[in-house]
């Protein structure tokens, strides 16, 4: 089975309507997602011999080659090709970091799938692939297990700051309960 199938929110159909790719993008992505590596690359091979620049189907290329057979210098190459040709698609973003996380370059992962997410914050992919980001970053307290609470606690606070809404309630929740603390003592 495919390791971007833990990438991606794969329910259905609707993740390929999330997408908002063409057909023969999204029949590629679901081959890619149920582990047809070989299928998967040859439909992007198609459709990128009818039009060269399809940017999303240069990034899902590059991550069969990634997954499939470890060629990350091949896959990187296309993946920064995805982006070179639109720098506004989240999609060569999306598969620079999956590339980087699948070959143990973490940070450079994670920044451009931030980059990905200031583009486009609700495309399904992402979800995942900070999941996939946080399985491969060591945990905030190298001496214990990651599955250890105060891990699990401190790994929380460090991923606050990719929703600024949850640090807004965060705030919110601390301001209250210092001001309640403040009350009750009077």
Excluded: W
């Excluded at 990034?59 to 990350?72: H, P, Q, T, V």
């Excluded at 370059?105 to 931030?114: A, P, Q, S, T, V």
């Amino acid at each position: 089975m495919s390791e971007l199938r833990h990438l991606l929110e794969y329910r259905g159909e609707h993740i390929f309507t999330t997408l908002g790719a063409c057909p023969s993008v999204c029949a590629a992505y679901k081959l890619l997602l149920d582990g047809d590596h070989e299928g998967a690359e040859n439909r992007f091979r198609r459709i990128l011999k009818d039009d060269p620049k399809d940017n999303e189907s240069l990034a899902g290329l590059a991550i069969c080659l990634a997954e499939e057979g470890g060629r990350f210098l091949t896959a990187e190459k296309l993946a920064k090709q995805a982006v070179r040709l639109d720098k506004t698609s989240a999609a060569g973003y999306i598969g620079l970091g999956y590339i980087y996380l699948l070959g143990g370059r973490i940070d450079e992962g994670f920044k451009h799938l931030m980059k990905a997410k200031h583009l486009a914050p609700r495309d399904p992919r992402l979800h995942r692939g900070f999941a996939l980001y946080d399985r491969e970053r060591p945990p905030v307290l190298s001496g214990m297990s990651r599955k250890h609470p105060v891990n699990q606690v401190l790994n929380e606070v460090r991923n606050i700051k990719r929703n600024p809404r949850a640090l807004a309630l965060l705030f919110v929740g601390v301001v209250g309960g210092l001001y309640l603390a403040g009350n009750l003592v009077i």
